[in-house]
């Protein structure tokens, strides 16, 4: 059975410094201080210089683990920045130290040649006085550190409360009038108990009968998604959970899963993409999946539960920006999981806080051990979901599809897995046009909003989100042609009837794109009236 860490102990970067090719070489288990000083060391400046990293195309390179692996010919370029020598805080200390030592060395010899005696008792008074200065010196500058850390605290929630003013944006899933306690008293929630401790009504979940077509048609990629209701696709979920037997799996209460639907629904922020309506349709494309290669086959009805639920859960509480603004912006999410996945871990942390709600706890009636395994493969789906690790799973993927893959081994299950509920994340263009390009729309609009907030606060912006660079089709076009197409073709080796569902209409869409890029390009034709000078003037 395999091992995830012998498949990449360590990553490799290629470096550009001043023109001069380098080489790192890191566990993927450094923080971001050990690279920091690894790069630092390889550029020849001191490790409290500002070190940063730009790709071949001029976009900053987020310094973490995480950071996506490049090759030998396009190299990061490093700009290195060392901090003032003049600053108190940097030899201050330093100089009144030696101030102390040379005094004390000074009095050591005229009381020696004076004397030749020590007197002891009046020189340890006279270091103790001045250690003491120097210790609070030292103590004032650790208080004026902290005071420093909590205005930029200050300042990045201004930021917010300015930008929020801005946008005149009102998160309708944070809003609620609904009775919090028996005394029938209404009250705001604060985050943690809006999740922990809310008892949800039933009242407004109304239970929808579903026609046999619709119940065939929820199977098909090509669903529409767009033609539902918030409570019309809760009941549809709750029907998936019900005809894949997962109800019957984990002895779930009915009530209980409708009580978890809902408190998930509320948990999405009404983001343009990262919203309800995503989870609805990730959720869908993976019940389409297990329906189209028969994953019951090959996979346990845990393992089925898993998949849902993670899809379910995968993008909970998502702020509408991503892991790089979470990182530059220095945010409390990136503080709090070291810059690793910030956005994937904290959507786990809020799955797992819903579940720990016995109303909500759909794996309430599971013994011990099933629910340590639940839980582990939940995390480990959800994590997968961060881009950042494409490339380090599809390889992981396609070592274990030669010479020919082994579904009793659980490496290669786990693999399998992690690339459905990424095929899932992103599979918009696997539906018809007119399903996809809203969601094109929708992304793009999420993607301006974060390019218009980092230009405001002065951060690094992606050309793929700058509003000034970026169109519809240039957005897709690579996109589908080198993450997409390779993606499913590789799990259509696996499961043949993903390249006629799936891939072709990825092509269609990667055509039709391209189309739309060459039409823009094109310039437009001449009006009558230019004509008509023409005529005349020849």
């Not at 973490?64 to 370029?77: A, C, G, L, R, V």
Request: hydrophobic share 35%; proline share 5%.
């Amino acid at each position: 059975m395999g091992n995830a860490s012998s498949i990449e102990p360590t990553k490799t970067i290629f470096l550009d410094i001043d023109g001069k090719k380098e080489k790192i070489m890191f566990s993927r288990h450094c923080g971001t201080r050990d690279i920091h000083d690894l790069i630092a060391h390889a550029a020849g400046v001191s490790r409290y210089a500002e070190i940063s990293l730009k790709d071949s195309t001029g976009a900053f390179v987020s310094l973490n683990p995480t950071m996506p692996i490049n090759t030998q010919s396009s190299p990061y370029k490093v700009t290195s920045k060392e901090p003032s020598p003049t600053t108190e805080s940097s030899n201050g200390d330093g100089e009144v130290f030696t101030q102390v030592l040379s005094q004390v060395a000074s009095q050591f010899n005229n009381q020696f040649s004076k004397e030749g005696v020590f007197k002891v008792e009046e020189i340890k008074t006279d270091i103790a006085t001045r250690l003491s200065a120097l210790e609070r010196k030292m103590e004032l500058e650790g208080l004026k550190a902290v005071e420093i850390e909590k205005c930029k605290r200050d300042i990045s929630d201004i930021k917010d409360q300015i930008w929020n003013a801005q946008k005149k944006f009102v998160d309708f899933n944070r809003l609620s009038n609904e009775t919090q306690a028996d005394s029938g008293e209404t009250q705001t929630p604060s985050r943690d108990t809006h999740i922990m401790n809310r008892k949800q009504t039933l009242s407004t979940y109304r239970k929808y009968t579903l026609s046999q077509e619709t119940i065939e048609y929820l199977k098909q990629p090509t669903f529409d998604i767009w033609h539902w209701e918030p409570n019309e696709m809760l009941s549809l979920l709750e029907h998936m959970f019900h005809e894949l037997g997962l109800v019957a799996e984990f002895n779930i209460n009915p009530i209980t899963l409708k009580r978890f639907f809902l408190c998930v629904q509320e948990n999405y922020r009404n983001n343009p993409f990262h919203n309800f309506r995503h989870c609805f349709c990730v959720t869908q494309m993976m019940y389409g999946m297990i329906h189209l290669c028969h994953l019951w086959e090959v996979m346990t009805r845990e393992d089925l539960g898993i998949l849902m639920t993670a899809c379910v859960c995968h993008d909970l509480d998502h702020p509408g920006y991503n892991n790089t603004y979470q990182i530059n912006a220095r945010t409390e999410l990136a503080i709090r999981y070291n810059d690793i996945s910030p956005l994937e871990n904290h959507h786990c942390a809020v799955a797992f806080k819903i579940l720990s709600n016995p109303e909500c706890n759909i794996f309430a009636n599971v013994d011990k051990d099933t629910f340590k395994r639940i839980r582990a493969g939940i995390t480990m789906l959800i994590l997968a979901t961060d881009m950042a690790r494409h490339g380090e799973i599809m390889d992981n993927f396609k070592m274990k599809l030669e010479p020919e893959f082994d579904y009793k081994n659980k490496d290669s299950l786990d693999t399998l897995k992690m690339v459905l509920i990424k095929c899932c994340d992103i599979s918009n263009e696997v539906r018809p046009m007119e399903v996809s390009e809203p969601w094109v729309d929708c992304l793009l609009e999420e993607y301006f909003n974060q390019s218009d907030r980092e230009k405001m606060e002065g951060l690094p912006v992606a050309p793929f989100m700058d509003r000034d660079k970026v169109t519809k089709p240039t957005a897709q076009i690579g996109f589908i042609k080198f993450v997409l197409i390779p993606m499913f073709e590789t799990v259509a080796k696996l499961f043949p009837v993903i390249d006629s569902t799936m891939v072709e209409p990825l092509r269609i869409a990667r055509d039709r794109y391209e189309d739309m890029k060459e039409k823009n390009s094109m310039p437009p034709p001449p009006s009558q009236s230019n004509k008509k000078k023409t005529v005349t003037e020849k």
